[in-house]
């Protein structure tokens, strides 16, 4: 083990996990959230067209690997003239991916909420929109922290899928040093592998930390 | 006279916290009920209901499981859309524009015929007519009593916070749950979540409160706190509808019982009369079970 090289290597795959990954996991998620929300709307919605349009939308993103769709975008796309940078194709195929299946996430946690909340909205004179926004979705959102929390864990690995878009984030920052020491791939790999775990490990920390509070107005 | 200066409306512009109806005169016609129909299905739970309910009255509904009752309660606000059949409510009490009522525009009566297809906002009207308590009570998991209770007329009523909050405090603590203002619902016993449930509507300021059956699903040693509020507002006045299987609070209180089996009223009367001496020979039975379940 070569450990001077990986003391060298620590800070450059540190920052591009720093500057790559976490902010296009950030990015991605927030977008993917708006997505997934839109299509569990839509899932749910009574009308058959657009309860089609949901349920397609997750059943194409589910049913497809995640870096065929990220190929489609970056390389696939140009064929028809559209040519995205790395770093928004990244982040449209990572968004897309969120919202497929984290809308399936929202849409369940939605139908958990019981019928009576609904109706004690309408009584107090809410129409649908604004129980769903303030009495429906908050009471959802408790239900949903821990599977969501999972898709995003699972979206700070899938982020290394971009390292194959040419976007520079952290793996693809232990590519880079080791194209130039080929006898040491274990090591940095390793050490790459090392920073993810860590990330994950805080924001599972977190997601706890999330669930306690959001359990202050739970019966235990 | 200033829109302000409606019936039910305090020299100062603000309406009595306390006063029911907007101060309307009593036993005048409210809301009138005829030839209600409404199928789930091949189900038919209602079948031609007529009600007609007065202000500062209390009528209860009472039945067996599945004769309507229930039914009946939620088509008065909307939450259950008959098909045939019609509800005209009384012009509003409340003057139009008045800030902080459930009705606004409310001049006009209002009718609603279910054998054409109603609109969402003439629902929204009937609906704004009144309040509903429920069983299970429906308090927001997420929001202390207090915000449980100012989220209608803030949010929807557009009452300044301030007020509501003075006016959601007042009835709190007028049901003895001044201290519980920022509990969240689950840490209060059965008996005061139902509280809060009556205080809720109340703070919409209602011309109608509809209980649907409120005490079913209490322990039996919490009923009586919550029967006992529900007294004392069909004392003071306010105008009731209540689902419910308590019969000594359906006697002490009610003005008129209505006894439902099979999607029809059976027999409706005085609760001295139907109680002592009810005509129909289903009404007999049905009492009697209900007083000796063990026969």
């Known amino acids: 083990m070569d450990w001077e090289l990986a003391r060298e290597a620590f800070w450059p795959i540190l920052s591009g996990g720093l500057t790559g990954t976490i902010p296009l996991t950030l990015v991605s998620f927030a977008i993917g959230l708006v997505i997934a929300l839109v299509v569990a709307l839509l899932r749910l919605s009574s009308n058959v067209v657009l309860a089609w349009i949901g349920t397609a939308y997750v059943s194409v993103i589910r049913g497809t690997p995640l870096l065929v769709q990220l190929f489609i975008v970056f390389y696939g796309l140009p064929n028809l003239g559209i040519v995205v940078d790395p770093w928004p194709s990244a982040i449209v195929a990572f968004s897309m991916n969120v919202g497929g299946y984290a809308a399936e996430i929202v849409r369940a946690a939605i139908l958990s909420v019981p019928r009576g909340q609904w109706e004690a909205g309408y009584t107090i004179g809410m129409g649908t929109t604004r129980t769903l926004r303030r009495i429906v979705l908050p009471q959802a959102a408790r239900v949903s922290v821990p599977p969501l929390s999972n898709t995003f864990i699972s979206l700070v690995k899938d982020t290394s899928l971009a390292s194959t878009i040419l976007v520079t984030e952290q793996f693809r920052k232990a590519q880079e040093i080791a194209a130039s020491h080929p006898d040491q791939l274990m090591l940095l790999y390793l050490e790459a592998a090392l920073i993810y775990w860590i990330f994950c490990t805080v924001l599972a920390a977190g997601q706890r930390a999330i669930e306690k509070r959001l359990d202050r107005y739970v019966a235990h | ?295």
């Open chain 2, 1 to 295: 006279m200033s829109p302000t200066e409606g019936a039910g409306t305090e020299p100062n512009g603000t309406p009595d916290v306390l006063e029911p109806g907007g101060g309307a005169r009593p036993g005048t016609p409210l809301l009138t009920v005829r030839g209600l129909h409404k199928s789930f299905g091949d189900n038919s739970v209602l079948r031609g209901i007529d009600l007609d309910v007065r202000r500062g009255s209390v009528t209860a509904l009472i039945g067996p499981s599945g004769s309507g009752k229930t039914t009946l309660l939620r088509s008065l606000n909307g939450l259950s859309i008959p098909d045939a059949g019609r509800i005209t409510a009384a012009p509003s009490a409340h003057p139009s524009g008045d800030p902080g009522t459930k009705t606004e525009g409310g001049d006009a009566p209002l009718t609603l015929d279910f054998s054409r297809k109603t609109t969402k906002r003439q629902r929204f009207a009937l609906r704004d007519r009144s309040a509903m308590v429920f069983q299970q009570h429906n308090l927001f998991p997420h929001r202390t009593v207090l915000q449980n209770v100012i989220e209608g007329p803030v949010q929807v009523q557009r009452v300044a916070r301030a007020d509501a909050v003075e006016r959601a405090t007042e009835l709190l603590e007028r049901v003895g749950l001044g201290e519980k203002r920022d509990a969240y619902p689950h840490e209060l016993s059965g008996g005061q979540q139902q509280r809060v449930g009556i205080v809720r509507a109340l703070a919409l300021r209602p011309e109608l409160l509809l209980f649907d059956e409120p005490t079913s699903a209490l322990d039996p040693e919490l009923v009586g706190e919550v029967l006992t509020v529900m007294k004392e507002l069909a004392d003071e006045g306010w105008t009731m509808v209540v689902v419910t299987h308590e019969l000594q609070f359906a006697r002490a209180v009610a003005d008129e019982v209505l006894f439902l089996d099979g999607g029809h009223v059976v027999e409706r009367g005085a609760p001295r009369q139907l109680f002592r001496e009810p005509r129909e020979e289903r009404t007999r039975q049905f009492l009697h079970r209900l007083l000796h379940p063990m026969e």
